[in-house]
């Protein structure tokens, strides 16, 4: 949901996203091209990325599925706060809070960005399929939306 090569590691960062649904129910999920690299490389996520200061939630929350899909979306209900702290010895290269809520696409053709690569909607049923490809995070993030 985020891009961690630019995040310091002396900070905590606030990650904003969505788990966006069309109008026939299904979920849309995001994977990042490899050359991008980072924490999230590889697997299936919500769309989503770094809140910038000044800019609200919800804002934010638009503006990263906007740029990572190109859907306008209606943001709903709230999910519960994830938190990911990643330790490396002494060192945290990564403490990020995940603040997510539903959304609903209102415009737009799904059209992943450059650096997304692939997107793709799945159903309830296909999410449970490729649940071992999700995230853990994106995972954690399912299960205490009651999504899955």
Do not use: C
């Not at 996203?17 to 590889?42: M, N």
């Not at 609200?56 to 859907?71: A, P, Y």
């Not at 706060?81 to 997510?100: D, F, Q, S």
């Not at 399929?129 to 853990?136: A, G, P, Q, T, Y």
């Amino acid at each position: 949901m985020a891009n961690d090569s630019h995040m310091p590691a002396d900070r905590v960062t606030v990650a904003v996203g969505a788990i966006v649904q069309d109008e026939a129910g299904r979920f849309l999920l995001v994977k990042h091209v490899p050359e991008r690299g980072g924490f999230w490389q590889r697997r299936w996520i919500f769309p989503g990325g770094k809140l910038e200061p000044g800019e609200s939630i919800v804002d934010g929350t638009k503006r990263e599925v906007m740029e990572e899909t190109n859907l306008e979306v209606q943001i709903e209900s709230a999910n519960p706060l994830v938190e990911r702290i990643v330790k490396e010895g002494n060192a945290v290269p990564l403490h990020v809070l995940y603040v997510t809520h539903m959304a609903r696409t209102v415009a737009g053709e799904l059209r992943p960005a450059s650096d997304v690569g692939e997107a793709r909607w799945v159903t309830k049923e296909e999410l449970s399929e490729v649940w071992n490809d999700l995230h853990e995070d994106t995972q954690t993030i399912a299960t205490l939306a009651k999504i899955i």
